[in-house]
């Protein structure tokens, strides 16, 4: 069948955007607190309260814990592990990667997004893990600038496989990008069709259209891509057990241009310093 099959893109209403954006500067409320609240010493499951109290006293549901089998409001990934680790008793210390992914539903629309940290400060890290970060974090932002009206899926692939591909050639590393996990749609569920890779894909892909909502989330490791599945069946780390990172905002593509729906600006600077033009609805 393909990895699309006769998926297409589904168009939002103005209204529909401005309903998304709600439950996208929620879940940026949450990540900023987790900012604050990420240090040597605290747990994973620590984080997970905090993360939940904001988007509940916010006036949301944790969305994650709308997937079948899982009960946290994050997912917590520590070094190897890619995406989906499972928050816990886990102390972090300093020197950590850690990615964060979060989401929230507020009024049955949703948002989606994931940021990586060094625990302690960057300083404390591994330098190449903390350029791991930033090479995947870049690679988000020249997808999301990609993003055009009638443009398809491929363009942000494209763009996310590019710019990690020239960072690859600067740095000298071997920069690897997983090809089992992808961005997606989103909207009325936080996973909805269709797939959204951090690739280029052969053969016909959906296009997108104004009114446009995705979750666009690369992850890159340092090294090999390959990975499996630990034994509690959520957590996916790398096989050679070096480092990864995750990066993942929500977006819309309006007549005027990009929104970014869980940054706090909508993605003004980041925009604007990759010549693209922002497009938000509540200007």
Known sequence: MGLFSR??????????L?????????????????????RPGVTTGELDAVAEDVIRSGG??????LVPGYRHTLCTSVGEEIVHGIPGGRVLAAGDLLSIDCGAEVEGWNGDA???????????????????????????????ASLRPDGDLNDIGGAVEDS????????????????????????????????VPNYRVRGRVPQTPVGATLAIEPMVTLGDQANHVLADEWTVVTDDGRPAAHWEHSVALTERGIWVLTANDGGEQELAA???PFGPLDQ
Do not use: C, K
């Open 274 to 276: 990759l010549g693209a």
């Open 18 to 38: 401005r309903a998304m954006r709600v439950a996208g500067l929620l879940v940026a409320r949450a990540l900023d607190a987790l900012r604050v609240e990420v």
């Open 114 to 144: 994931a940021m990586t940290l060094v625990v302690g400060g960057d300083e404390a890290g591994d330098p190449a893990a903390v350029r791991l970060s930033e090479v995947t974090r870049r690679s988000l932002w020249a997808g999301i």
């Open 60 to 65: 949301g549901v944790p969305n994650f814990q």
């Open 7 to 16: 998926e297409r893109v589904r168009a939002r209403t103005p209204e529909q």
């Open 164 to 195: 990690i591909r020239a960072d690859a050639r600067a740095d000298g590393v071997a920069y690897g990008i997983v090809e089992d996990y992808t961005g997606h749609g989103i909207g009325e569920h936080m996973h909805l069709p269709p797939n």
